[in-house]
């Protein structure tokens, strides 16, 4: 190896690697995204999530996942028969694994934050899991969420937490011996609800859940206890149900 390459390699092994843009990460991913036990992101946002769904009466409602992944919510989803249930993401690994597990599923590529196929006002609950912090231009977006949602209509939102971002944490996952890391947007809990208040909507219930003791089972098994002291006490992940209104600030 000449003196040259052996410092480029040198650069290249020190220099942290740019993360992952979402779409070509969660392809990646999906293969095995269904099949991940200790999962405390994964185990954390199936607690939340479903004691928010709890609170929503989606019987006869026509519900939009934006974010849908693999379905991992669809099931409960479905036991509270809505009138119709569809998704969007960006992932057509994901989409692909969903259409396995439910193949008559309505699902479409999410491109620019626009939901094509939905009319103005023809949605009644709109979900959204672990997606948020993906999307960089979030305005635009939750435009795009007011202008489907009915009035009197409810968004769930559940995300990891934008102070653990801000605190150095990362979504990550293993891939063929190497650690992928996804692109991320930290837009704080202000933020969101400003955006949101501004277009007419009202927070119903926001929940937040912190590192604690009763989460260290998941870093010991990971060998990763410096993790935990360092996020202990940190907020990992939220979720929040929210109502429009149409009394736009």
Wanted: aromatic share 8%; with cysteine; hydrophobic share 40%.
């Amino acid at each position: 190896m000449t003196l040259l390459s052996s410092l480029k390699e040198r650069l290249r092994r020190t220099v942290p690697q740019e993360d992952t843009d979402p779409e070509k990460a969660y392809d990646l991913w999906a293969s095995y995204y269904d099949a991940q036990p200790g999962n405390l992101m994964l185990d954390l946002d199936e607690d939340l999530f479903s004691g928010i769904l709890n609170s929503v009466n989606i019987d006869g409602k026509v519900v939009v996942d934006i974010g849908c992944g693999t379905g991992r919510h669809w099931n409960k989803i479905f036991a509270k028969k809505p009138k119709s249930l569809s998704g969007y993401d960006v992932s057509e690994g994901m989409i692909a694994k969903l259409k396995e597990k439910f193949p008559c599923a309505s699902v479409s590529k999410l491109i620019n934050n626009s939901l094509p196929g939905l009319a103005n006002s023809s949605v009644d609950v709109i979900v959204s899991t672990l997606t948020i912090a993906h999307i960089e231009n979030i305005e635009e977006a939750f435009v795009e969420w007011a202008r489907v949602l009915k009035t009197n209509g409810e968004i769930i939102i559940t995300d990891y937490h934008p102070e653990a971002f801000m605190k150095g944490a990362n979504r990550t996952f293993p891939v063929n011996g190497k650690t992928v890391a996804i692109r991320n947007f930290t837009h704080s809990i202000g933020k969101l609800h400003g955006l949101l208040r501004s277009m007419g909507f009202e927070a119903l219930l926001f929940v937040e859940k912190k590192i604690d003791a009763s989460m260290k089972p998941y870093y010991e098994e990971k060998q990763a206890l410096h993790v935990f002291e360092k996020f202990n006490g940190v907020p990992i992940i939220y979720g929040t149900l929210l109502k429009k209104t149409d009394a736009a600030t």
